[in-house]
């Protein structure tokens, strides 16, 4: 599975910004997409995911202002941010949990900078 994100860039606070991550390969052993990040310094954590029953589920910090949602036909999963504050200062980073016959398998994508200065 290879994840290619789009989206984040530079926003003041307050302001919205939207990534996007579209799956390629053997997406038909996903069993959930969603996304974390990690400021610097900090442990990465999680942003929002769909998880294997489909449920949506957010970080604390960010319930209430973002938003995933996705595009299942194209394997895309998508976070719409809004209110953005400082705090959100990180690399987000697109996550699909697949498995093999091995057992269960962690892709990440290369990640994408997002910046809300104050």
């Known amino acids: 599975v290879q994840l290619k994100e789009s989206g984040g860039g530079l926003v003041q606070a307050g302001g919205s910004l939207s990534l996007s991550c579209a799956a390629s390969?053997?997406?038909?052993?996903?069993?959930?997409m969603g996304w974390y990040r990690q400021g610097t310094g900090e442990q990465r954590e999680l942003v929002a995911k769909f998880t294997s029953d489909g449920i949506a589920v957010y970080g604390d910090s960010v319930e209430g202002r973002f938003t995933i949602y996705r595009d299942s036909a194209k394997d895309t999963v998508f976070l719409q941010m809004n209110s953005l504050m400082p705090e959100d200062t990180a690399v987000y980073y697109c996550?699909?949990?697949?498995?093999?016959?091995?057992?269960?398998?962690?892709?990440w994508g290369r990640g994408t900078q997002v910046t809300v200065s104050s």
């Open positions: 996550n699909a949990l697949s498995y093999n016959e091995r057992g269960p398998l962690d892709y």
């Open positions: 390969g053997s997406t038909f052993r996903i069993i959930s």
